[in-house]
């Protein structure tokens, strides 16, 4: 299993990206992937997260409203928009992806078998 996230970067708030995690290794229709958030000196949460079918999300409250988590099948990537940024949102950025059978507390990082390596984002006043 490999994943591997990209799209971040350095941006003002209020503006945009938009992260990708490409997966491979597993069936496209057998995981529950998930959007995890480090910031600076803090513990790793979760954001967001997506069943295989897509029919099942969840976000934290903290970005409900501005990020939005959507699969493409034929690319085997997870993307999520992050729309109006703040400087909260800063720090790194990780998919992971988990038994979509046995998850329970998808905000949970210990839910997570695999996980991809990050991407920064920074956000600036």
């Known amino acids: 299993v490999q994943l591997q996230a990209s799209g971040g970067g350095y941006v003002q708030a209020g503006e945009s990206l938009k992260l990708s995690c490409e997966y491979s290794?597993?069936?496209?229709?057998?995981?529950?992937m998930g959007w995890f958030h480090r910031a600076p000196g803090k513990e790793r949460e979760g954001v967001s997260g997506?069943?295989?079918?897509?029919?099942?999300?969840y976000y934290a409250e903290s970005v409900k409203g501005r990020f939005t988590i959507s699969r493409d099948f034929d690319k085997t990537t997870v993307y999520l928009q992050m729309n109006s940024l703040r400087q909260e949102d800063t720090g790194v950025y990780y998919c992971?992806?988990?038994?979509?059978?046995?998850?329970?507390?998808?905000?949970?990082?210990?839910?997570?078998?695999?996980w991809g390596q990050g991407t920064q984002v920074t956000v600036s006043s």
């Open positions: 997506i069943s295989s079918s897509g029919d099942d999300t």
């Open positions: 992971a992806v988990a038994n979509p059978w046995t998850i329970v507390k998808r905000e949970e990082e210990y839910e997570y078998e695999y």
């Open positions: 290794g597993f069936a496209p229709d057998s995981y529950y």
